[in-house]
């Protein structure tokens, strides 16, 4: 079945550094989906990536759909305090459910 | 988007027990979903509840264990039935909303399930 892979599982910079985590599935995704989990909190929504080779910003946040539509990334660059938490990607293989990627546990030194 | 809360938004079960946890959505929606969350790890999809139907199980879970309940658009129950500690976890509800032709989630704050 559909397995979406995700690294690093833990990420720990100082603040005002850049943060990457990488998303992979085993098989062509019709769409990506990023979602952040503050700590003791739910998953929220961040982003959706649907076309080959596709890139959006929100803010310090630059998420990549790969042209193989295979792998995701989201990149903050100069990280915040606020950036702490899990963030998932969710791949979506046709019309079928969501799969979330483990997660990357994003710790900042203040 | 979507306002979700959920009850209880946490607890602490004997064994043997069964706890039924709500979820109610500000809005209808067609789309819902429960899922597991072990601390510090992924989300588990258990079920997807559409209003109308039978909810539809992942592999690995069965409607003895966890029965779910789609009475209307804005509204679902999951119970977690003869509960062991190996169940402890966080429970979350979704509901999927049209987004660009696709579907996107929001999650309630989820119910936090202690098994003893």
């Known amino acids: 079945g559909q397995q979406v892979m995700q690294i690093p599982q833990y990420q720990h910079v100082q603040e005002g550094e850049d943060f990457t985590t990488y998303c992979n599935s085993s098989?062509?995704?019709?769409?990506i989906q990023w979602y952040k989990q503050r700590p003791g909190g739910h998953p929220v929504f961040l982003i959706q990536l649907v076309k080959s080779g596709e890139v959006k910003k929100q803010k310090r946040l630059t998420f990549q759909f790969g042209e193989a539509k295979k792998n995701s990334s989201l990149h903050i660059t100069a990280t915040q305090t606020t950036d702490v938490g899990t963030y998932f990607c969710?791949?979506?293989?046709?019309?079928?459910?969501?799969?979330f990627g483990q997660g990357t546990r994003l710790t900042i030194n203040p | 988007s979507a306002v979700i809360s959920q009850k209880p938004s946490r607890d602490i079960c004997q064994r043997g027990t069964s706890l039924t946890i709500q979820c109610q959505v500000d809005s209808q929606v067609t789309m819902m979903f429960w899922y597991r969350q072990q601390p510090g790890q992924s989300l588990t999809l258990i079920a997807t509840?559409?209003?109308?139907?039978?909810?539809?199980?992942e592999s690995g879970f069965v409607i003895d264990k966890f029965p779910i309940s789609r009475p209307n658009l804005t509204f679902s129950t999951l119970t977690v039935s003869n509960m062991s500690p190996e169940d402890s976890s966080i429970y979350l509800c979704s509901v999927g909303m049209a987004s660009g032709g696709w579907e996107t989630q929001y999650f309630g704050p989820g119910t936090r399930l202690l098994v003893l």
């Open positions: 969710a791949g979506r293989e046709r019309a079928q459910k969501l799969v």
């Open positions: 509840a559409n209003q109308g139907s039978e909810a539809t199980y």
């Open positions: 098989t062509t995704l019709s769409n």
